[in-house]
T-cell receptor, first 114, second 112 residues
């Protein structure tokens, strides 16, 4: 079974630039999550999709972050404009059900904002 | 507020010994807990989970213990191997929330 795919693996941008991350969840997984992991910390949920609908985006900085999951499969997360404090690993995860249990994570995109 | 913490940020053990990684959670009504292992440059990998109606659950070389009285979760790794070196995170699912709240993590290092 293929895991959660993410791209790119690394991205370096300057502040105020924009960046986008892509995620392809495990086939058949209805729920998709984007987490932000700052160095030395645990992952923090940014947004959760159930199929193509948003379940929870309470911790998404909506003035600069946006995400979509068209057709209920792949998802993209965008940051525009980026700030220095956005430097982190952005992890995508998926789960079969909607109960936020046993999430499967991708390898993440490591973002450095200079 | 929601928070899941760990007693120790780093843990060093001898190869072959048993490891015990501890976690304190804040919400006494959380009904689901999970442990993840994260190796350098990789995403978190599922290890084991447990529901609040259980006190103990065993997997392959791992055991999770849940003490609801003191809101404490632990992960025991038997016969620790070099491949067990990683950061270990516990997470809880608060009641009424369909999301996992992660702790800071514990780095486990194995001495030869």
């Amino acid at each position: 079974e293929a895991g959660v795919a993410q791209s790119p693996r690394y991205k370096i941008i300057e502040k105020r630039q924009s960046v986008a991350f892509w995620c392809n969840p495990i086939s058949g997984h209805a729920t998709l999550y984007w987490y932000q992991q700052i160095l030395g910390q645990g992952p923090k949920l940014l947004i959760q999709f159930q199929n193509n609908g948003v379940v929870d985006d309470s911790q998404l900085p909506k003035d600069r972050f946006s995400a979509e999951r068209l057709k209920g499969v792949d998802s993209t997360l965008k940051i525009q404009p980026a700030k220095l404090e956005d430097s982190a690993v952005y992890l995508c995860a998926s789960s079969l059900g909607s109960q936020a249990e046993k999430l499967f994570f991708g390898s993440g995109t490591q973002l450095s904002v200079l | 507020g929601e928070s899941v913490g760990l007693h120790l940020p780093t843990l060093s053990v001898q190869e072959g010994d048993n490891s015990i990684i501890n976690c304190a959670y804040s919400n006494s009504a959380s009904d689901y807990f999970i442990w993840y292992k994260q190796e350098s440059g990789k995403g978190p990998q599922f290890i084991i989970d447990i529901r609040s109606n259980m006190d103990k659950r065993q997997g392959q070389r791992v055991t999770v213990l849940l003490n609801k009285t003191v809101k404490h979760l632990s992960l025991q790794i038997a016969a620790t191997q070099p491949g067990d070196s990683a950061v270990y995170f516990c997470a809880e699912k608060p009641p009424g929330a369909q999301k996992l709240v992660f702790g800071q993590g514990t780095r486990l290092t194995i001495n030869p």
